[in-house]
């Protein structure tokens, strides 16, 4: 009996402590230091002095869910404002004008000469491009995939309420044979179930989301004819411009052929996993993912860095999409780059775009 009333008190005092929020700290907290550890090894031997090393840290910083730790850099105030406006608002330029869109072939004037065009070796759908740049004091490996037909890329939404879908869920609820993470969610704890997409949202046509809660973002849409538009447009203006698939993001890497990170520095959006969507002069399009925050593997891209190596491969219209540890790219249902989330398999994602 003594024994059996032991045991029924043990079962009464005891409590469930409240792991989760403790899990969620140690997670964030653990990312921080990592980044600011590996930044540190990164240039301390390949900077000129430490103001550099803090400039790229609180660059990386500004564009992580932990802004708050970028003063630990200790940079002046004033830099830490210059690298914030850096960040929040980039230079946009509309690649379109927003007036009506009229589609349709060019009608070739009447000759007599009669021209004979051999047939050219069908392109594949998809094709892979491994990367793999050294910049001396840091690295980065990634996956480029060239789309030729752009009719066969859409944007794919989740259709669930309590929280978004992993890359490979869309793949098995839309067959997509080429897939990479789209929008920027709601995550105000770092661990967001990517339900929410932030910024204008349209989808086949339809607007799910018109507005843009952040300043200074802007859009990426990819009209019926297959041609893609990034700008300053509202959701109306791009359904109007024959946008059948938008989303927003930034910044913008290239607009009508011009790098718009060409000649600017590098540290204002630091060293990051990436992704970023572009499209090439005869309408093939680009997706790109870089990985990052992986020692020995891959470093990390910043955004010069992206925009340098789109443009070297011909594109002439990029811009970034969400990055960090919800950069990830799959071909054929598998996963061919390497996403910096604990979880193999990514993240939760409000949207994404694919091929099919």
């Not at 661990?191 to 952040?214: E, F, T, W």
């Not at 411009?241 to 927003?248: E, F, L, P, Y």
Request: aromatic letters at 8%.
């Amino acid at each position: 009996m003594e024994m059996l009333s032991r045991t029924r008190t043990r079962k009464r005092t005891k409590r469930k402590r409240p792991w989760r929020w403790v899990k969620k700290w140690m997670l964030g907290t653990a990312l921080t230091c990592t980044t600011l550890a590996l930044l540190g090894i990164i240039f301390l031997f390949g900077t000129k002095n430490g103001v550099e090393l803090r400039e790229w840290a609180a660059g990386t910083l500004l564009t992580t869910q932990h802004d708050y730790w970028a003063p630990y850099t200790f940079l002046p105030e004033e830099k830490l404002k210059e690298l914030k406006q850096q960040i929040t608002h980039p230079t946009v330029i509309n690649s379109e004008g927003t007036g009506t869109v009229t589609t349709g072939p060019a009608i070739p004037p009447k000759s007599n000469l009669v021209t004979v065009t051999l047939p050219e070796k069908p392109k594949e759908l998809i094709e892979i491009e491994e990367i793999d740049v050294s910049k001396g004091s840091y690295y980065f490996k990634g996956k480029i995939m060239y789309i030729s037909d752009p009719s066969r890329v859409r944007l794919v939404v989740t259709n669930r309420k309590d929280r978004g879908d992993l890359l490979d869920e869309f793949v098995k609820k839309t067959g997509a044979i080429g897939i990479v993470n789209a929008s920027g969610f709601s995550d105000p704890d770092g661990y967001g179930k990517g339900a929410r997409a932030y910024g204008v949202v349209i989808h086949d046509g339809k607007i799910l989301q018109g507005y843009n809660p952040r300043s200074g973002e802007t859009a990426l849409g990819l009209t019926y004819d297959g041609k893609l538009i990034t700008g300053s447009y509202s959701a109306e203006e791009l359904v109007k411009m024959g946008v059948r698939d938008a989303v927003s993001f930034r910044p913008q890497l290239i607009v009508n052929g011009k790098n718009m990170f060409e000649g600017k520095p590098a540290k204002s959006w630091g060293i990051q996993p990436r992704t970023a969507i572009g499209q090439k002069e005869d309408g093939t399009i680009v997706f790109a993912v870089i990985d990052g925050r992986q020692p020995g593997h891959s470093i990390g891209a910043s955004m010069n860095d992206m925009a340098e190596v789109l443009a070297e491969r011909g594109v002439v219209t990029a811009m970034a999409m969400d990055g960090g540890s919800s950069s990830m790219m799959l071909h054929n249902g598998e996963a061919i780059t390497k996403t910096s989330s604990p979880y193999h398999r990514g993240r939760y994602l409000p949207n994404a775009w694919a091929v099919f």
